[in-house]
């Protein structure tokens, strides 16, 4: 199933998701456009749970991870007072930093792939997936300010996070979703320009 006004936005550690996110949130807020701007991991107790294990605070096993990952994405769809569900059906659009592309890309770097495509594979697709391409020299150039190294960080994790990101989306080609693939390396202003033109792609109920 694919959910109509849901837009996710995918990337490297270090691509700009977050920022394009908060600038998305500043210019429909200043539309006056009704939307649900979140996250993966969310911030509920599962999300923070998951990273601590990000920021090396607390440590499991990866097929842990992946189940962790999975149950999270669960309470942030299904949650039923302000879930992404609930708000899709309340006529509000929801774009997300992060989704199921994260699970497939991150998490089968030490589980088996279609183990992790198995654990998600019930969860619907968003109808538009905006990946952010970039060069894993320019995104590590990026997390040099970041302060202690994370889970996934280093530039041979990352060239294979992104080989598991086009094995996804190769996966998924026929599956209705939108995949739209810009160019990280651009100034975030003028990434948002262009993701801007995306959103405003979606009607309104």
């Known amino acids: 199933m694919v959910l109509d006004r849901f ?10 998701t977050t920022t394009q996110l908060r600038m998305a949130a500043e210019r429909l807020a200043a539309d006056g456009r009704p939307h649900f701007c979140t996250s993966e991991p969310t911030d509920h ?4 749970l998951i990273r601590e294990v990000l920021t090396r605070r607390r440590s499991v096993q990866p097929t842990t991870l992946a189940l ?24 509000e ?25 198995a654990l998600n594979a019930r969860f619907p697709l968003p109808r538009d997936v905006v990946f952010l391409d970039t060069p894993v020299r320019e995104s590590q150039r990026r997390l040099g300010s970041r302060v202690g190294p994370e889970l996934f960080d280093g530039a041979d994790i990352q060239d ?16 209705g ?20 033109k995306i ?4 009607p309104m109920l």
């Open 68 to 91: 962790l990952f999975a149950a999270d994405r669960a309470e942030h769809l299904l949650e039923p007072s302000a879930g992404i569900l609930k708000r899709l059906g309340g006529g």
């Open 177 to 196: 979703l939108r995949l739209h693939v810009l160019d990280g390396t651009l100034p975030p202003a003028d990434i948002f320009e262009k993701l801007w």
């Open 93 to 117: 659009l929801v774009l997300s930093d992060r989704y199921l592309f994260s699970s497939l890309a991150y998490q089968s770097l030490d589980c088996d792939f279609e183990y992790v495509r």
């Open 7 to 16: 837009i996710v936005l995918e990337g490297l550690d270090g691509a700009g």
């Open 199 to 202: 959103i405003g792609s979606v």
């Open 45 to 48: 107790a599962l999300g923070r």
């Open 160 to 175: 294979r996070i992104l080989e598991n990101y086009r094995r996804g989306f190769d996966l998924y080609c026929d599956s």
